[in-house]
């Protein structure tokens, strides 16, 4: 057929069959290798249960023990571990062009009472929640430790823990990744692993639910190669101010704000209750505001602060803080 024609068929092949259209022969190998393949990827793997979209297709279930017939052995449930393995045969080939790859782990699953199964085998009674976890992820350091150079734009890592989210960081190709995203870290101990990798370095985009801790966090100093920068946490505006001073780079900022209580009597905390946004004073948003002008009076409100030889708006609301560099 025709190449024009091949490249449309291509376009409505599952992605799982790339890998059977690229085996058939040598000229269709040839042709797979030449296309730009475009993958969406969501892995998601919340307690005993996991969900895995590419390019729309999903593939969920559950990954429970089952019992063999004489009650003695236990046979896992494999049906995670053999589409994870699946879904990297697709990202390993050489054509794979990565827009997003997202992996949510959630070791609490869809409730509390799935943090720990325990089932009755026998007279015994055997907890299966750390074997079933251990074995999902001992599949994911396996496939990722590789260092393949998978190709992405963007990556989005949820749920890890900081030695695991650093592995598979650096798994994709840097100059190719873009956008990082590093959200609801489980026991995430910040390290120099991360902001030394060249993913790091060369990426323009980031968002976090780091905070700029000078202990367990990560410096400002970090953060002046990213281009754009949201925080999902606080952020103090003190950091704000010397990240905005000092990196040339930065375009859009974006920080969430946190209520402070004022009033330390619970008198009339009944009738106040309806009303949450009168309860409190809004004090990270008036250090913004003071920290870029001392002078400003009020908890909200919009400022225009020049620095790197740049204006920059900042305009702070009772939700969050964006600081936008102006460039006539």
Known sequence: MPVDVMEKVMKKVDPYDWISVRNSNRNLRDFVDSQHLKLDIDVSIEGTFHTIDINGNQSFGPFHPVVADDERRTIYNKRLQFALRKLFVVMKLPSAQIEEFKLDFDFMGRGSDEFEDIYDIGSRRVSFKNKLLSASLRTIDKEFGEFHCF???????????????????????????????????????????LTLSEQWKNAKKLKT??????????RVAELFAFSNIEFTTVVLSSDLKVLVDSSAKLETCLSRNTYDSEDDSDEDSDEDSDDEDNSGVLTVSKEVLKVFDPNFVGYNGTINYKANGFEYLIEVTEFETKIVKKIE
């Open 209 to 218: 639910g780091l905070s700029t801790d000078r202990y367990t966090g990560i």
């Open 151 to 193: 190709q992405a734009k963007s990556v989005s890592l949820s749920g890890l823990k900081e030695p695991r989210t650093v592995l598979i960081l650096k798994s994709f190709k840097s100059g190719t990744l873009e956008n990082i995203e590093i959200i609801n870290s489980y026991k995430f101990y910040f390290s120099w692993q």
